[in-house]
């Protein structure tokens, strides 16, 4: 965390820790950050929407109110410029241009990077005035608009032409804060030091100079900050008992001529952190025959409950809320104590199954329904690490439009499927390899706007996400409509490289090239991406999920990349292998199919290597005895069975004495208990309480190769 700000330690003085909230502001200030990257990415240019307009403004005015209480002076600061920027856009007073956007979209990744300053991930303070001016250029017209959206709004007129609105100027109030009875009078002092750190709320001063008889203080408020936000910022020091807020007048030595005072002889009614005649307000009814076409526009009204709530979302929907925010330590501890739970089970079935269910009618049926409900346990907490794709979905929109900006090119982005949920786990692991795939379409697979309208094809490429549910598995697919791959050159790359490649390959054999270690048929590379460039390492981090990948592509019409992934991490479907008295589980997404050995069925090669013949393809043996050196006591038994794998494009035939059946098997990381373990990826407890080890089969499958 950033050094403590004074009005941190003013608060701490008053008795309030403010960190204890800290995590809870940069949770919530990072989602307005990707809710308000995600609107404008989205937004309309030519016929911006006022609610996408009201709900961008209200997602920077929750982050500035946050920061503002916590002392985090710059990005407030940034906040404040892009909330008056934004202000003027939702009452239609700018017209919304591409460049906007852009500036509005570099202060968000200004934002980001100051909290996570703030949070301690950063070192030098971020340096934002080039930003803060460009914003001000915005707002004060310095900067030039567009052709484009000058034409889209012809009636708009010049900033400095325009009457100022009855809206903004209703926001100046003067208030008065009585404060007290209070046991310590220095905690009225705080008030005025909340102002002094937080310039935006405007000026504070005493009326009578001092204490009342009644104990009480009168302070007068110059401020344009909502009644509600300012009482949720006042109680941080003072206890809300303590404090009332009124409107200011005569009675209370305001005297005219003050900064703040209403010149006009009727004020107008403060309106309580409410805006003029928004939903709800006290005039609303009064005034309803004088309203300016400025102030009854849908862009002023409708944001307005919002602004005033904005400090205080918990009192929305009756005070209720929807979700509930844990750390994901503690769904972690719940689904460990899930697994232990179903070996648990497992063992007690086991247990049960040499009971007389005639004798223990009752036991039977008790484990019957134990069974039955941990199963149901079991996928209801599995299913709370499960998360959206659109969270993964979600970065992309931004990323393509710099890409393509960078690039000169224009890409579209679809995505399908969002709502297809995967484990947390895995959605963490498999967002760096899905960002170079998707950068790699747009740079090497999209063709510029001009190549593209020479071959007929609109000047608009489409990238395309699509995200499914096959079986126990999850499919995500990457596509483009650019130039594809082309079978020939990659070929030549391959023989220029000195790799074992003929003409007789198939296309998917072809098309996997790409995915061999610093291969690449760019012509020359870019600090983009090039395709093949890292590919190798896309398909190892893959791979290492227990997933597999696989591209068909057609010459210029577009490539696919196929990525299939286990559902989670945690519980997985095995099929239990014996060899001796040991038990091995083999992941059943890995196993193609099983046999009988037959006698000459596996032959010798090279005096020590062996090659079982299966379907006219020759395919390496491993003897899982041998691997693991499993000693054996019964020495007339020979392995008899053969269970066919697959995995990095590669088969192997494991010789093992049965096969022991399928089942769900809770994971255990061996690595994180005890240590690697060549050929192992995990360990589960069986239900006999043993422990049976989780065979790799990449490693395997690499074993045979060498």
Known sequence: MGDPSPQSAASQSAGIDLSQFFQVFFEEAGENLEKMEQMLLAIDLEAADDETLNAIFRCAHSVKGGAATFGFADVAELTHQMETLLDKLRRHELQPTNAMVDVLLQAGDALKAQLARHQGNGEAPIDTSALLDGIRAFVEGRASVPARAAAAAPAVTPEPALPPSPVAASRVRALVLTVGPLEDPKQAENLFELFREIPDLGTIEPIDGGQSAEGLRRLRIVTATPDAELLDLCTFHVAREALRLDPADAGYGFHAGAPGAPQEPNPPDPGYGFFDHAPGAPEAQAAAGTATPAATTPAAGSAAPARAGAARPAAAAGGESSTLRVSVEKVDQLINLVGELVITQAMLAQTGKGVDTALYQQLASGLADLERNTRDLQEAVMSIRMIPMSVVFNRFPRMLRDLAGKLGKKVELVTQGEATELDKGVVEKITDPLTHLVRNSCDHGIESPAERLAKGKPETGVVTLVASHQGGSIVI??????????????????????????????????????????????????????????????????????????????????????????????????????????????????????????????????????????????????????????????????????????????????????????????????????????????????????????????????????
Do not use: W
Not at 506 to 522: C, K, R
């Open 477 to 706: 697919e990457v596509r483009d409509d650019g130039k594809g791959l082309n079978r020939e050159k990659l070929l030549a790359k391959a023989r220029e490289r000195g790799l074992d490649v003929h003409d007789g390959m198939s296309d998917q054999d072809v098309y996997g090239l790409i995915f061999a270690p610093g291969f690449s048929t760019a012509a020359e590379v870019t600090d983009v991406s090039g395709r093949g460039v890292g590919m190798d390492v896309v398909k190892k981090n893959i791979v290492s999920l227990g997933g597999s990948v696989e591209i068909d592509s057609a010459e210029g019409l577009g490539m696919t990349v196929r990525v299939r992934l286990p559902l989670t991490l945690a519980i997985m479907d095995g099929m239990s292998v014996g060899v001796g008295d040991e038990c091995y589980i083999l992941p059943l997404s890995s196993v193609v199919e099983s046999f009988q050995v037959q006698d000459g069925m596996i032959k010798t090669i090279g005096g020590s290597g062996r090659v079982v013949e299966v379907r006219g393809e020759y395919m390496p043996v491993i003897d899982l005895e041998r691997v693991f050196d499993v000693p054996r006591f019964d020495f007339e038994k020979v392995a008899s069975i053969m269970v066919v794998v697959e995995a990095e494009g590669g088969r192997v035939a494991l010789l093992v004495d049965e096969l022991l059946g399928q089942q769900q098997v809770v994971v255990k990381n061996l690595e994180t208990n005890y240590r690697k373990v060549d050929d192992v990826s995990g360990a589960t407890i069986l239900g006999d309480g043993r422990v049976a080890l989780i065979l790799d089969i990449g490693a395997l499958v690499r074993r045979s190769r060498h």
